[in-house]
């Protein structure tokens, strides 16, 4: 069942602040997958992490999955009113998805 | 390509009654799977299909039955609707598991289900 833990659950940030999302596990993941879902939308696929200490960017983007496996974050520079809305972080154990339980970015213009 | 679909997009029921919520893909994935989302729980695994005529439990399988008689659809039932059913729920589907290749999860865009 569901593993990973993400903190915080909800964060408020000023239009230009930074803001970071943490996943953590208790056991080791094979892979670590991100997904943001916007108000009234469906989750949306933003990238895959599979090797240990992998960093990843997307514009202003940052995601990064721990030497030993068992944690992840997401970090988005200078937050814009469009990054608004919750992100997964997701766990794929072979056949199945577990999500995270989100965290949901309010972003004050 | 329409991606995934899901009918029917929003509905009400009584407790007791029957639906059926269904998903079709036209990207032909082996791999489909139903959520359903509630405030402050992410996405719960509630069944999935590995293929053609397969199907699994996933982490919340009561009170639901599913079928995949077709690869392109999978099909979710409620055979007694309770309020604690009430819920958004998704359909999404995969091309593979292997996670060496980038194969996300490809979502619908949710049936919001009201039990009263």
């Known amino acids: 069942g569901q593993q990973v833990m993400q903190i915080p659950q909800y964060q408020h940030v000023q239009e230009g602040e930074d803001f970071t999302t943490y996943c953590n596990s208790s056991?080791?993941?094979?892979?670590i997958q991100w997904y943001k879902q916007r108000p009234g939308g469906h989750p949306v696929f933003l990238i895959q992490?599979?090797?240990?200490?992998e960093v990843k960017k997307q514009k202003r983007l940052t995601f990064q999955f721990g030497e030993a496996k068992k944690n992840s974050s997401l970090h988005i520079t200078a937050t814009q009113t469009t990054d608004v809305g919750t992100y997964f972080c997701?766990?794929?154990?072979?056949?199945?998805?577990?999500f995270g339980t989100g965290t949901s970015l309010t972003v004050i213009p | 390509n329409a991606g995934v679909t899901q009918t029917p997009k929003f509905r009400v029921l009584k407790t007791g009654q029957s639906m059926t919520l269904l998903c079709a893909q036209d990207?032909?994935?082996?791999?489909m799977y139903w959520y359903r989302q509630d405030p402050g729980m992410g996405l719960r695994l509630i069944h999935y299909?590995?293929?053609?005529?397969?199907?699994a439990k996933g982490e919340v399988p009561d009170g639901y039955n599913v079928s995949r008689l077709k690869k392109q659809n999978f099909l979710l039932g409620l055979e007694s609707a309770a309020p604690s059913q009430t819920s958004v729920y998704f359909c999404?589907?995969?091309?593979?598991?292997?996670?060496?290749?980038?194969?996300?999860?490809?979502f619908g865009n949710g049936t919001r289900l009201t039990v009263t």
């Open positions: 997701v766990q794929n154990t072979g056949n199945q998805f577990y």
């Open positions: 999404a589907s995969s091309y593979t598991w292997r996670i060496w290749l980038d194969s996300p999860l490809h």
């Open positions: 992490l599979v090797k240990s200490g």
């Open positions: 056991t080791t993941l094979s892979n």
């Open positions: 299909s590995v293929g053609e005529g397969t199907t």
């Open positions: 990207m032909n994935h082996e791999y």
